[in-house]
């Protein structure tokens, strides 16, 4: 009986931990949306250097004093 149970409470770890993986990488690429606009390399929290190729017609929407240099 025990085992059963800890062998559930582990799966549904897996699958929370799962849930949080995307949060995270959604909260990063707004935060560098918002604040790195012209910055390419996204590092996550995971460590990882990811690029983004970010649309010039989203640039265009932006006002200039917003983009960072």
């Known amino acids: 009986m025990e085992q059963t149970v800890k ?3 582990r ?7 799962l849930l949080q993986i ?8 707004m935060y560098y949306l918002i604040y790195g606009i012209n910055r390419h390399h996204i590092v996550t ?3 990882l250097v990811r690029e ?4 010039t017609s989203f640039h265009a929407q932006i006002p200039p004093e917003l983009i960072i240099k």
Not at 52 to 55: F, H, P, S
């Open 7 to 9: 062998i559930k409470q």
């Open 52 to 55: 983004y190729l970010l649309d």
């Open 11 to 17: 799966l549904f770890d897996f699958l929370w931990n």
């Open 45 to 47: 929290s995971s460590g």
């Open 22 to 29: 995307p949060y995270f990488c959604i909260c990063e690429l």
